[in-house]
């Protein structure tokens, strides 16, 4: 039997390793794309995620002299006395109140200046002294979180995550199917050769990616939900009608306009969850205030290291919410400001089964799930994804033809491109940005055959 490929006829024997050949050129072809692509994203990504893993530590220590205190047993100030403090030192209005998760920890107040930005005081809660006053989320932390979800640059760049998140489980899965043996026993899971030698960098990345994929899949899939346009979709769809409130938990009280991610820090799935707010009150009624808020919110067994976000107007409600470790410690309390009265009180438990997915999933992903356990093995895989991205580097410069970028050669059959490119449609539906990118990268390859030809023919007439 034969076949006929680009108008030859070969054995069958002979076309199938020839097609072969061309689907192994067309994944190599799109693997060095998105290579090209992601791979120095994909470098600041892993080293700012793998230092976020351990932001409590790393914060303390670099903001040792504000952030941490000497414990007084029994001298601890009320929250008012706190606050109070900080707007001397601050003048503005109180937004919310941050309660230490440790003793000897300082605590942070949220302060609204009448113009300019929200600002962070640090007060020593045992004797009202005031460590610091700085912009609001400006610790190394805080600018290390956004370094690594793009959002330090602005609203736009945090489109690069979904770009990237797609981009990056394609170059897992095209990765796989050029490490596959298909009989060879070398660069499966060892390393053959020198550093001096290409092929010693084609086996380090080989064998670090076959470990690493996995990791780089669930680590592109669980931040997803921090893009700016899937993120926002999947987060809308899955908390509903109401905006984060399961069925079964709305209360039957009037909801501000007001969401919570607005005034404190909150899980995924509840920062599109709008704030219930007070009725008005009746002639001589008064808050109870943040002092009587706290002690509630204690005995209520709100998780220590909460927030309250204070009321700000008449029909304002105290927030409390916490967002541990313990996903089942993870929790929202609406009180109502003049009776005290919990207006919701909602918990992990409570989230709707993909609430509770993606929370876990997120959870997971920032190093909290499974504590030091956890914090290790993403480390591990965030230092193989920087080898990954070297070893790719290193290879490319030693394979490169003097002068050329080395784009991995075509299929002599271009129909080995069909169904990759249906796996990345399907893809790009999934992903729009990621689908998006992936149009103009045709566009590009495109354009690069073109001028390749333009620029062979040149050559050849020559």
Known sequence: MTDTTNGVTLPEAAARRAKASDLYRAVWRWHFFAGLLVLPFMITIAVTGAIYLFRADVDQFVHADFMRVTPVEGQGLAPSRIIEAALAAQPGTAVKFTDPAADNLSTEITVQPESGGRMAVFVNQYTGEVLEVRPDRSTFAWTVRYLHSFRYFGPNPRMLIEIVGGWSILLTLTGIYLWWPRG?????????????????????????????????????????????????????????????????????????????????????????????????????????????????????????????????????????????????????????????????????????????????????????????????VLLVACIGIVLLAVSAAVMWWKRRPSGSLGVPPLPSDRRAFTGLFIILVIGGIIFPLTGLSLLVMLALDLLWQKLSAARDARAFQS
């Open 184 to 376: 060879r026993k070398g660069g499966v899971v060892s390393v053959r050769g020198t550093p001096g030698r290409r092929v010693f960098w084609r086996d380090t990345h080989a064998v670090t990616g076959i470990i690493a994929g996995g990791f780089i899949v669930f680590l592109s899939v669980t931040g997803m939900p921090w893009s700016s346009v899937w993120g926002a979709k999947v987060n809308q769809w899955a908390n509903g009608s109401n905006f984060g409130y399961p069925s079964g938990l709305r209360v039957d009280v009037p909801m501000s306009d007001e969401h919570l991610d607005h005034v404190a820090k909150t899980s995924w799935s509840l920062e599109q969850a709008r704030i219930p707010e007070t009725a008005p009150p009746r002639e001589g009624m008064s808050s109870i205030g943040v002092d009587a808020a706290a002690g509630i919110f204690k005995e209520m067994g709100l998780h220590r290291g909460y927030s309250i976000a204070l009321p700000r107007q008449a029909t304002g409600v105290f927030s409390g919410s916490v967002y541990p470790n313990d996903l089942s410690q993870q929790r929202v309390i609406h009180l109502d400001q003049y009776t005290g009265q919990p207006l919701l009180d909602m918990s992990y438990a409570e989230y709707g089964p993909l609430g509770r997915w993606l929370e876990f999933g997120i959870n997971t992903h920032m190093g909290q799930t499974f504590g030091a356990l956890n914090q290790i």
